[in-house]
């Protein structure tokens, strides 16, 4: 029998500090606790207990590019970020469209052993929009596939998307869309507006995004159809998901930590680490964006962490890759927007990045309250020191982060996955 006692953490933040005993990875008492023989015990310091969060948007680039992440690198760089659970998306190469990748992406994360990696299915075939993917096999297979996207593209035909909600209402699963209308981004290099055309960039229109999420809010209503919008980035989107939700629509939504915290203004610097899809938008919409998180019209945090080479990121802006990493800053950047600013309190957190992408991923033991009787998948915070990015020092292979250099708050100093300890103050545990 395995047993881990934390010593004086606040669950939530809230109250005394209690002891919390963890047996065979299952909370078996939380109060004041005499330490049992052979315990492994975690002095927590009145450090901030947490259910371990999950992450609805991951790139992992296994299979394909293993120069810039892998399934065991990326399993490190989630677990040290606090994750016990991630999504692994579709965009790989080979692209994970059917049972055999998404089972090995499965099993991959299973024996990496530090946060459960589910792959998420493509919906369409290569990723190429063009017909519907086997999206009721990879539903069954030992991967238990339960999120399906194209996301790095849209599914743009309004037919097959229909096709795709229809679907995955019979088989219980959830599509996610990345909003994109693809005739309105055309050569897009940054968010359309003063920025932009200052800086001679052709332009991403907020349009772009709201009138394909406007759209699948109206299909998934037809179909009576779960819908989730990835990284959500305009403040006009906000305002459509509260629309359709207050009308019934089954839609959930994300937002990234970048489109929380940056803004176009970055775009000054010429340095395309700061080039991500959707793109850096302006200050209003990351206030509005907060709002939305603050009042529920966008569910959860999700990092789209996008690891990428060297090569790939230090070039000229027009050729560089979008995306940025964002595993092992999220935590800090959402204490940073969110509880400093006082638009979220732990539990607040706890919802954003435990519980509501726990419930929107369809999985039964992350995201649980702490309790007896419990998962023990759990994420200790100190939520007041600072610490300084240094890209070099993330077990992310790439390096690719917006954050370089910046102090920011918020330690993660313990994760446990099923009672395990998966990391201890800042190093994978042994
Ligand atoms: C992602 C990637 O690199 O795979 N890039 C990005 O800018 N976000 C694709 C995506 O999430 O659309
Ligand atoms: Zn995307
Ligand atoms: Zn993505």
Redesign the pocket.
């Known amino acids: 029998m395995t047993t881990v006692l934390i010593q004086g953490a606040r669950p939530y933040g809230e109250g005394d500090p209690v002891d919390v005993l963890v047996e065979d990875g299952v909370i078996t008492d939380i109060g004041s606790i005499d330490v049992p023989d052979e315990a492994e015990v975690i002095e927590a310091g009145g450090h901030v207990l947490l259910p371990g969060f999950v992450d609805l ?1 991951t ?1 992992l680039r296994e299979p394909g590019r293993e120069d810039t992440e892998t399934i065991a690198t990326g399993s490190a760089a989630a677990a040290l970020g606090g994750y016990t659970a991630v999504f692994a ?1 579709a ?1 790989t190469d080979p692209v994970a469209d059917n049972a055999v990748i998404v089972d090995h992406v499965w099993r991959r994360g299973q024996e990496a052993g530090l946060v459960d990696v589910h792959p998420v299915g493509a919906v369409t075939v290569g990723l190429k929009g063009e017909k519907l993917a086997e999206i009721g096999t990879m539903a069954k297979s030992e991967a238990r596939v339960k999120v399906f996207s194209d ?3 849209c599914v743009a035909d309004p037919l097959l998307m229909r096709r795709a909600l229809e679907y995955s209402t019979a088989l219980g699963v959830v599509i996610a869309q ?1 909003a ?1 209308e693809p005739r309105l981004t055309a050569g897009a290099q940054a968010h359309e507006g003063e920025q932009a055309a200052r800086l001679g960039y052709t332009g991403w229109p907020a349009s772009a995004e709201e009138s394909i999420v406007a759209r699948d809010c109206l299909l998934a209503q037809h179909a009576n159809a779960r819908l989730h919008v ?2 959500v980035s305009t403040s006009g989107t906000a305002d459509i998901l509260k629309w359709a939700k207050e009308r019934g629509t089954k839609v959930s939504a994300e937002v990234t930590p970048h489109h929380l915290l940056l803004t176009d203004e970055r775009l000054a610097t010429y340095d395309p680490v700061n ?4 793109p850096l938008r302006t200050g209003s919409d990351a206030e509005k964006l907060r709002a939305a998180l603050a009042e529920g019209v966008i569910d959860c945090v999700a990092t ?1 962490h ?3 080479a060297v090569q790939d990121k230090d070039c000229e802006w027009n050729s560089a ?4 990493l964002g595993l092992q800053t999220a935590l800090s950047i959402v204490v940073e927007t969110m509880v400093r600013t006082g638009l979220l309190d732990w539990r607040g957190v706890a919802r954003v990045m435990s519980e509501r992408p726990a419930e929107i991923g369809n999985l039964s033991d992350h995201g649980r309250p702490i309790e007896v009787g419990e998962p023990a998948n759990l994420t200790l915070v100190d939520p007041d020191t600072e610490w300084t990015v240094r890209g070099v020092e993330f077990a992310s292979i790439a390096a690719n982060t917006p954050y370089e250099g910046m102090r920011l708050p918020g330690v993660v100093t313990a994760t446990l996955l099923r009672g395990r300890i998966t990391t201890r103050e800042g190093k994978i545990a042994p």
């Open positions: 948007h790139h998306m965009n996301d790095g593209l990345h994109e990835c990284h080039k991500v899809n959707p789209d996008a690891p990428h890759r979008p995306g940025m």
